[in-house]
C-alpha cells in the first residue's frame, strides 16, 4: 500500500514515524482542492491557496463583500478533513472566554474545572471576525502564534494541526472594527474570492437551488493524515539564494513604507513557498515560489501613507523592482 493509499483508508491509523513523499502530499492537495470544487465554484486559486497555507503552518483571512462563498470556503476545508472544526460566530457582544473557554466551579467536586471554547478545534472558523471588539478578536493572539492558551495563569495546548480561517467583511465600516495590525500579522494569507463569472454563477446555482452540495460533501482526509504531510513541506530546501531574495524583498517593503514586513512575514512567505513547491511535485523551493505567494503573504503586512498606494501595490512593486539574484559588488 502506497502513502497515498494510506490517506484514502478511512480505517487506516498512520503513524507518526511513516513520512508522506513529495508527491504523495501533492496529490492530496489535488485531491482536497477537487473535493472543495464540488462546492466552491470559480475559485481555484484561492482555494489552492488555503489549502497551501494549512499544509505552511499558517492562517488565513478571507475578506470581500457578503455572499460570495467565504464561510461556504472554510466549512468545504474543515468537512473535507476529518478533524475537530469548531465555529466562532463573532458579534460586538462576543467575550473573550467565549473563544478561549472559562473555569467553572464544579459544585459537587467543590473544585474550578476548565470549560474549553471553540479555539480548541484542528480547523478554527472565525465568521465575520471583525464585527467583535478588539479585546475579543486579540483572545486569538496567543493561539495563533504560539497554539496555546492561557486562562487564569493556566496554559493548555492547542490541539495539532491548528488553523484559523477567518472571514471578514468589506463593507459596512460603521459597523465592524479593525483588526489590531498584531493580529493580520500572524494571518499568513489574507484572500479575496470576488464575485463569480456569469458562466460560474450559472453553475453554482444548478448546483444549489435543490440542496446545496456542502451537506453531502465527505472528507477525503484525516487529522493525522495532514499532520504528517506538514512535516513533509517543513522539510522543503530551502536554499540561501532563495531566502536572500525573500529578505530583499522584505527590506524592499521596510525602505518605502511606513510599515514594512516584519521577520514573521518573511517566515510565514518561505513556508508558504514550501507548500508551493510541494503542489509542483518539488522538494525544493525556486524564487518563482516566493513570487506567487508574496502578494497574498506580504500585503496586509504593510501600511503607507498614501491611500493611493496600499499594501499591495508596495509589494507589486518589490516584485518589479527587486532582482532574483543579488547584484554583483
Do not use: W
Request: proline content about 6%.
Amino acid at each position: 500500500m502506497t502513502d497515498l493509499d494510506h490517506h484514502r483508508d478511512r480505517n487506516h491509523e498512520p503513524s507518526t514515524d511513516d513520512e508522506l513523499s513529495v508527491s504523495s502530499v501533492a496529490n492530496l492537495c489535488t485531491e482536497l482542492e477537487e473535493n472543495v470544487a464540488r462546492v466552491i465554484v470559480g475559485h481555484d486559486d484561492v482555494v489552492e491557496h488555503v489549502v497551501t497555507a494549512m499544509l505552511g503552518r499558517g492562517h488565513v483571512l478571507l475578506e470581500d463583500v457578503p455572499g460570495v462563498g467565504k464561510t461556504m470556503l472554510a466549512r468545504s476545508i474543515a468537512t473535507s478533513i476529518d478533524c475537530m472544526f469548531r465555529r466562532v460566530q463573532f458579534t460586538p457582544d462576543l467575550l473573550p472566554s467565549d473563544v478561549t473557554g472559562v473555569n467553572v466551579f464544579n459544585q459537587k467536586t467543590r473544585e474550578f474545572e476548565f470549560q474549553p471554547g471553540p479555539v480548541f478545534g484542528n480547523i478554527v472558523l472565525g465568521d465575520e471576525i471583525n464585527r467583535a471588539p478588539p479585546k475579543t478578536q486579540s483572545a486569538l493572539l496567543e493561539a495563533m502564534e504560539e497554539e496555546q492558551v492561557t486562562v487564569d495563569g493556566d496554559t493548555r495546548e492547542l490541539p495539532d494541526p491548528f488553523v484559523v480561517i477567518a472571514t471578514q467583511n468589506a463593507v459596512e465600516p460603521n459597523r465592524t472594527y479593525d483588526l489590531p495590525f498584531a493580529e493580520l500579522d500572524r494571518f499568513m494569507k489574507k484572500l479575496e474570492l470576488g464575485y463569480p463569472e456569469p458562466d460560474e454563477e450559472t453553475e453554482l446555482l444548478g448546483r444549489t437551488v435543490g440542496g446545496h452540495p456542502i451537506e453531502s460533501l465527505e472528507p477525503v482526509t484525516d487529522r493525522e493524515t495532514i499532520v504528517r504531510a506538514r512535516e513533509t513541506v517543513a522539510k522543503v530546501r530551502v536554499e540561501e539564494p532563495v531566502r536572500a531574495y525573500a529578505t530583499r524583498l522584505a527590506g524592499y517593503t521596510r525602505e518605502n513604507a511606513r510599515v514594512g514586513v516584519s521577520p514573521r512575514g518573511t517566515i510565514a512567505l518561505l513556508r508558504a513557498a514550501q507548500a508551493r513547491a510541494i503542489t509542483e511535485h518539488r522538494e525544493y523551493v525556486v524564487p518563482t515560489d516566493v513570487k506567487i505567494e508574496a502578494p497574498v503573504v506580504l500585503g496586509h503586512r504593510i501600511r503607507t501613507d498614501d491611500r493611493a498606494r496600499d499594501g499591495d501595490r508596495v509589494v507589486e512593486e518589490a516584485l518589479e523592482r527587486v532582482p532574483v539574484e543579488a547584484e554583483r559588488v
